[in-house]
């Protein structure tokens, strides 16, 4: 069955205003004066590709659930060995909490989502099973990529890679890793694993990079290599990578030169102060996505999910032009299509229609008044309308 929906009266981003025909998922037509049964009259409203977020960790979110104060020890060990503890009493992770999550990420406009699941040897891959529940109760509203993330440790934590592997064969997406220096004690072992499940199982790798300064750039060159040795262009992604912003100019080029040569991609969270250089990455051909991470969590209380938000927080450290918050709009939309590896995305004819309609004149008002997203549409149906589920 053919199903149409017009747009009417739409002002895409980037292309003006128009008239947009959507049939059978994807867009059919843009022009002026279409016709169809089925109409949403947008009245100039904004159309922007939909949202993505390309670094999440929903599994470890208690949203819709108890509230519990943040009070983990300090350091990543605090954090991590905090998160153990504490989960079983607060019920994570949760099908519940997770749903209830994605929904209100939905509301706002995300289509696709890349999430860290923990894989760790105190609860196995209950988080996986609990994420892909909560993926399932919303099919057709959401996509989803899961990394099987070793948060806990690899080596520090034997028997994790074990897991690890047990998540791929059942299909989990990504294999992650985690501060192989700074966490492991032992970067080349540490990504030894890592590449090798990769080239295992044939999936891409996503690596949690905190290290800074000099540890951190040998860890960047190390992924670099192993990404070309083994042919990975494009499946390759460093999650926060702060030492690419604290480099000096030169060791920044050099491994701004090693990444896109190597096809290997960018995943922030745009944290206060130590955003990611996004202009420069954006010249160096690197492609950046932006993303959520914890939302109300044992280990961030703050956030709702929303990839305005994270796209105001990038732009704000990017700089006050429109160009240079449309940057940060770019990584939030076609940045996290990029690193996640979506096809047919965007605003053009053939299209998957994944679109988000705002009341603003134009991308970076969007950014700056994120107002509530009139419509979503996944693959051309509306799951949302007004910040509600559909
Ligand atoms: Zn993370």
Redesign the pocket.
Known sequence: MTTELLLRDANLWGAGPADVLIRSGRIAEIGHGLRSCEVEELGGKLVIPGLVDG?A?IDKTMWGGPWASHASAPGLMGKIRGGQERRPELGIPSADYISALLENMITLGTTHVRT?VDVDTVMGLDAVDAVREAFARHEGRVTGQLVAFPQAGLLIAPGTDKLLEEALRQGVDLIGGLDPAGLENDAVKHLDIVFGLAERYGVGVDI?LHDRGSLGEWQYRLIIERTRALGLRGKVTV??GFALSDAAPAVRAELLEGLAEAGITIAS?APPGRAMPLKELAAAGVAMTL?N??VRDLWSPYGTGCMLDRALLQAQQTGPLDEDIELALHAATYGGARVTGLADYGLAVGDVADLVVVDARNAAEAVCVRPVRSLVLKAGRVVAREGSLV
Do not use: A, E, F, L
């Open positions: 670094h960790h860290h949690h999650s926060h969270i993303g991470d914890g």
